[in-house]
Protein backbone atom coordinates (compact mmCIF):
# COMPACT_ATOMS: atom_id res chain seq x y z
CA UNK A 1 0.00 0.00 0.00
CA UNK A 2 1.47 2.90 -0.92
CA UNK A 3 -0.01 5.76 0.42
CA UNK A 4 1.46 3.85 3.90
CA UNK A 5 4.94 2.65 2.58
CA UNK A 6 7.81 4.24 2.95
CA UNK A 7 10.41 2.63 0.48
CA UNK A 8 13.05 1.32 2.83
CA UNK A 9 11.65 2.25 5.75
CA UNK A 10 8.02 1.18 6.33
CA UNK A 11 8.35 -1.45 3.56
CA UNK A 12 10.43 -1.52 0.16
CA UNK A 13 7.89 -0.64 -3.23
CA UNK A 14 7.86 -2.63 -6.14
CA UNK A 15 5.85 -2.70 -8.91
CA UNK A 16 4.30 -5.87 -8.83
CA UNK A 17 3.82 -6.32 -12.66
CA UNK A 18 7.57 -6.26 -12.85
CA UNK A 19 8.73 -9.58 -12.27
CA UNK A 20 12.18 -8.52 -11.82
CA UNK A 21 11.58 -5.57 -9.49
CA UNK A 22 8.97 -7.96 -7.38
CA UNK A 23 11.73 -10.53 -7.18
CA UNK A 24 14.35 -8.05 -6.71
CA UNK A 25 12.59 -6.36 -3.21
CA UNK A 26 11.51 -9.70 -2.10
CA UNK A 27 14.88 -11.15 -2.29
CA UNK A 28 16.37 -7.68 -0.44
CA UNK A 29 14.41 -8.69 2.51
CA UNK A 30 15.16 -12.21 2.43
CA UNK A 31 19.09 -11.49 2.56
CA UNK A 32 19.01 -8.42 4.59
CA UNK A 33 18.27 -9.20 8.31
CA UNK A 34 18.94 -5.64 9.30
CA UNK A 35 16.47 -4.19 6.71
CA UNK A 36 13.84 -6.60 8.21
CA UNK A 37 14.16 -5.38 11.74
CA UNK A 38 14.33 -1.62 10.66
CA UNK A 39 11.29 -1.58 8.61
CA UNK A 40 9.55 -4.10 11.34
CA UNK A 41 10.62 -1.59 14.30
CA UNK A 42 9.41 1.44 12.09
CA UNK A 43 5.74 -0.47 11.49
CA UNK A 44 5.46 -0.96 15.16
CA UNK A 45 6.24 2.63 15.53
CA UNK A 46 3.71 3.71 12.89
CA UNK A 47 1.22 1.34 14.32
CA UNK A 48 1.65 3.03 17.52
CA UNK A 49 0.21 6.20 16.36
CA UNK A 50 -2.87 4.74 15.58
CA UNK A 51 -3.35 3.50 19.26
CA UNK A 52 -6.85 3.60 20.01
CA UNK A 53 -5.78 5.79 23.27
CA UNK A 54 -3.91 8.05 21.44
CA UNK A 55 -6.33 8.59 18.69
CA UNK A 56 -8.92 9.58 21.91
CA UNK A 57 -6.48 12.07 23.52
CA UNK A 58 -6.30 13.88 20.00
CA UNK A 59 -9.59 13.30 19.15
CA UNK A 60 -10.45 14.97 22.86
CA UNK A 61 -8.14 17.79 21.74
CA UNK A 62 -9.57 18.23 18.95
CA UNK A 63 -13.29 18.58 20.28
CA UNK A 64 -12.47 21.03 23.15
CA UNK A 65 -10.56 23.37 20.60
CA UNK A 66 -13.69 23.16 18.70
CA UNK A 67 -16.69 23.74 21.24
CA UNK A 68 -14.73 25.63 24.02
Do not use: C, H, W
Not at 15 to 26: C, G, L, Q, T, W
Not at 27 to 55: C, P, V, Y
Amino acid sequence: IMDYSINGVTGLIANPKDVKEFSYAINKLLNDQRLRDKIGINNIKTAEMFDSKIINIKMFEIYKEEFN
